[in-house]
């Protein structure tokens, strides 16, 4: 005998001659309909703005020069030779040893494959013939004077009075070591190092534009401290280049931002004060300058999980009270900003002290959010390459102007044996094509295209090429 489930609902729709729908079956109907009229707008846009962005990059055939893969054969990892070092021994005490292993390892076999010795060096005072002005990613750069050039986890300024890009970064000219047992590898501050150009390949030194304390043992500059991510803006109307880093001490616990002034982009800068942003911890830090003229801050905060992003006062000199949260629970830093046809991009890194991990790219239509990550841009090399950012870590984004949707990807190859021979890897960064990969949080894919960093042994812009007046 058929038993009825008396817990069973009637599965016939409500809906019966001379009675009226149910409520909720008429606001479902309405939201499926909305939902659909969103995926064909949604889709139709994103291939307007797709075609209109490849029609406009396919005029510059240096864009399609630099969409080129370059692809790496898989590195292997040879078999062991004598005692590891410590510092990869500590990292995978009872794994099998991998290639970040065999990157942080300074007796590793493979050494030279992620820091070319001096003999291949970059020098612009020679005649490198058909090398000239071509960027060799992670190999030593020298400035004119033939010395390695020292703007470690640096940034750009773009100073439209003397058409002159400016390079600001960590002076690292000085010995390696650990402040206590398990301190991080460690530089005492020297200073923020300023290198100028015309070409963004020829650099001269301009001297260390702000330098350590040396005796005040109390002062945030004092050697024994920490002084990291330098980045300079002009403000039109004072005049004055201003300067935020990041301040710590040896052990992180004072995590704040500093602030100087100067009346030249080559300094000397004075440093005036350090302070927690609308009063939260800051380490990785970035300033980014918008069209309007308004600057805003981004740094890592609460112990790194978030990203914290607000704008500053009109002379750049301290932060405004609002203040947004974002990419909260990721674990980020090292944020690099930039902008291309009104919305906001931002690459950022995961946190593992020196060793290189992946980049995401996240997209924005307002710099306070919400910010949406897009994945990994990394493009080329081969898998481990991407997945280690071509073993570096983001710090700034240069726009190209005269080339739509294209800049120059900053990054820091972190060499923690030695931070002085830390290398750089600068990339061609490409704004274009269709996203491949959903929103994280939100239904759908990303009205904006994808942002893509393309792996390049050797690459330059073009010879023709010209900083605009």
């Known amino acids: 005998m058929r038993v009825r489930n008396k817990y069973r609902k009637p599965t016939a729709f409500p809906c019966n001659a001379g009675s009226r729908c149910s409520m909720s079956a008429v606001v479902w109907s309405l939201v499926g309909f909305l939902v659909m009229l969103h995926l064909y707008s949604h889709v139709s846009h994103k291939n307007a703005v797709s075609g209109d962005i490849q029609l406009r990059m396919s005029r510059h055939p240096l864009v399609r020069e630099l969409e080129q893969v370059e692809e790496e054969e898989n590195i292997q990892i040879p078999p062991p030779r004598g005692k590891r070092s410590p510092r990869a021994a500590k990292r995978r005490p009872k794994?099998?040893?991998?290639?970040?292993?065999?990157?942080?390892?300074?007796?590793?076999?493979?050494?030279?494959?992620?820091?070319?010795?001096?003999?291949?060096?970059?020098?612009?005072?020679?005649?490198?013939?058909?090398?000239?002005?071509?960027?060799?990613?992670?190999?030593?750069?020298?400035?004119?004077?033939?010395?390695?050039?020292?703007?470690?986890?640096?940034?750009?300024?773009?100073?439209?009075?003397?058409?002159?890009?400016?390079?600001?970064?960590?002076?690292?000219?000085?010995?390696?070591?650990?402040?206590?047992?398990?301190?991080?590898?460690?530089?005492?501050?020297?200073?923020?190092?300023?290198?100028?150009?015309?070409?963004?390949?020829?650099?001269?030194?301009?001297?260390?534009?702000?330098?350590?304390?040396?005796?005040?043992?109390?002062?945030?500059?004092?050697k024994s401290n920490v002084l990291e991510r330098p980045k300079v803006i002009y403000n039109e109307k004072t005049g004055k280049y201003v300067m935020w880093m990041h301040i710590d001490d040896a052990n992180y616990t004072k995590a704040a931002v500093g602030i100087a002034i100067s009346d030249y982009p080559t300094g000397p800068f004075d440093y005036l004060r350090s302070q927690r942003p609308h009063g939260y911890e800051s380490r990785d830090m970035t300033i980014f300058k918008d069209d309007d003229g308004v600057a805003y801050l981004i740094y890592s905060s609460e112990d790194n999980t978030e990203l914290h992003i607000g704008p500053l006062t009109e002379d750049y000199l301290d932060v405004k009270p609002d203040m947004q949260r974002i990419l909260v629970g990721q674990h980020r830093e090292a944020p690099a900003l930039f902008k291309y046809q009104g919305t906001y991009y931002m690459i950022t890194s995961g946190c593992t002290g020196w060793a290189p991990n992946e980049a995401l790219a996240h997209a924005a239509e307002s710099i306070m959010g919400p910010w949406e990550t897009m994945g990994n841009p990394c493009i080329g090399g081969n898998k481990m390459f991407r997945l280690a950012t071509f073993f570096a870590q983001s710090t700034f984004v240069i726009p190209l102007p005269g080339i739509p949707g294209s800049f120059i990807f900053m990054a820091d190859r972190w060499n923690p044996a030695d931070l002085r021979d830390s290398r750089y890897v600068w990339l061609p960064l490409i704004v274009g094509g269709p996203a491949d990969r959903p929103f994280e949080f939100n239904f759908g894919f990303p009205l904006w295209p994808r942002v893509s960093i393309y792996w390049h042994r050797k690459w330059r812009l073009p010879l023709s090429w010209r900083v605009s007046k």
């Open 95 to 222: 794994r099998t040893t991998t290639l970040i292993d065999e990157f942080l390892d300074e007796n590793s076999q493979l050494r030279h494959v992620f820091f070319p010795k001096m003999k291949t060096a970059v020098d612009p005072t020679k005649d490198m013939r058909k090398d000239s002005y071509h960027y060799h990613p992670g190999r030593i750069w020298l400035d004119t004077e033939g010395n390695p050039i020292q703007a470690h986890g640096g940034g750009m300024l773009y100073d439209e009075r003397s058409s002159t890009y400016y390079w600001y970064g960590e002076y690292k000219d000085g010995p390696t070591y650990h402040a206590h047992k398990k301190g991080a590898a460690r530089v005492d501050i020297i200073g923020v190092g300023c290198y100028s150009s015309k070409d963004l390949w020829t650099w001269k030194n301009e001297g260390i534009v702000l330098a350590a304390e040396e005796t005040d043992e109390a002062h945030d500059l004092h």
